[in-house]
């Protein structure tokens, strides 16, 4: 597109190309929200939709025939689990630490909130 004086979603010479991409599109989008509903997926923005991935994908292992591959598959499976519950547990430990350290701060005054502006002496003015 170097050569354009157009970007791609402008550039009328790449019109049937730029149809074809968002029909992809929309068909992608499609299968993602059908896919979601099906499997209760809500993606892998929380610690949930992380673990419901990997609930998802042992269940699948496991109706695979027993093999070593699948064995390593599931120990692979079963040791991210317990990251992201290590993960999650500590998250919350930060989390309740924070809120006792703000709450110690919240009953004494930062010296950085102080009002430093110069108090005039007695007699000025």
């Given at each position: 597109m170097r050569d354009s004086a157009f970007c791609f979603w402008h550039d009328p010479e790449h019109e049937a190309?730029?149809?074809e991409a968002q029909r992809f599109g929309r068909t992608r989008r499609g299968k993602e929200v059908t896919l979601a509903g099906a499997y209760e997926f809500s993606g892998l923005g929380t610690l949930d939709g992380a673990e419901r991935l990997l609930e998802i994908a042992a269940f699948d292992t496991l109706a695979l025939p027993n093999s070593?591959?699948?064995?390593?598959t599931l120990v692979?499976?079963?040791l991210a689990e317990l990251k992201a519950k290590e993960v999650g547990e500590l998250a919350?430990?930060?989390r309740v630490l924070q809120q006792a350290v703000l709450g110690q701060q919240g009953d004494r005054m930062?010296?950085?909130?102080a009002d430093l502006s110069p108090t005039p002496f007695i007699g000025d003015g």
């Open positions: 190309e730029r149809t070593v591959p699948r064995n390593r692979s499976i079963a919350e430990q930060v930062s010296p950085f909130d």
